[in-house]
T-cell receptor, first 108, second 115 residues
């Protein structure tokens, strides 16, 4: 079964704009990870945030985690057309379970 | 980082045949391996979890007699889709958890098409 929900399900923005995706989950976790997937391809690991962390940055990515609300957000700043993909959060307890995903389209 | 390979990367088969997919952890020992399935435009769904030398644990709704999992060693797990039907066509992704770092790494996936 899936761990939780992501919103929005789909997001379309112009190049240069920021994209924010949210993820909610249901159970206790050790960490939460964000992945990217281009159509028909494998997963690309983006960033991991541990349960005792609140915010993490990696390049143009910023991830927040609120364990009290069981939610996380992924912010992509200054988006590029190449950022077009599906983005998934995955919670890690003893196994990893994925959210429903957000399909991001960045228009040039 | 750690590498997980899958073979084959894609396979096309006739309805009623069985297909085996291999998953290997190339540079680490995996205490636990996982199999996921992803239908078009959907997320990854965990199918089963297997520990080396033990029977796999299947998620609710996944038929254990149809999806046979063998975790023969700390670096190899296989998924056999028995008597495949067109509705089994999907993207199958394996994952391996390192016994040392406890991190989980994903394979590149196998696309199965059943005609």
């Amino acid at each position: 079964s899936q761990q939780g929900e992501e919103d929005p399900q789909a997001l379309s923005i112009q190049e240069g704009e920021n994209a924010t995706m949210n993820c909610s989950y249901k159970t206790s976790i050790n960490n939460l990870q964000w992945y990217r997937q281009n159509s028909g391809r494998g997963l690309v690991h983006l960033i991991l945030i541990r349960s005792n962390e609140r915010e993490k940055h990696s390049g143009r990515l910023r991830v927040t985690l609120d364990t009290s609300k069981k939610s996380s957000s992924l912010l992509i700043t200054a988006s590029r057309a190449a950022d077009t993909a599906s983005y998934f959060c995955a919670t890690d307890a003893s196994d990893m379970r994925f959210g429903a995903g957000t399909r991001l389209t960045v228009k040039p | 980082g750690a590498v997980v390979s899958q073979h084959p990367s894609w396979v096309i088969c006739k309805s009623g045949t069985s297909v085996k997919i291999e998953c290997r952890s190339l540079d680490f020992q995996a205490t636990t391996m996982f199999w996921y399935r992803q239908f078009p435009k959907q997320s990854l769904m965990l199918m089963a979890t297997s520990n080396e030398g033990s029977k796999a644990t299947y998620e609710q709704g996944v038929e254990k007699d149809k999806f046979l999992i063998n975790h023969a060693s700390l670096t190899l797990s296989t998924l056999t889709v028995t008597s495949a039907h067109p509705e089994d066509s999907s993207f199958y992704i394996c994952s391996a958890r390192s016994g040392i770092s406890d991190e989980q790494f994903f394979g590149p996936g196998t696309r199965l098409t059943v005609l």
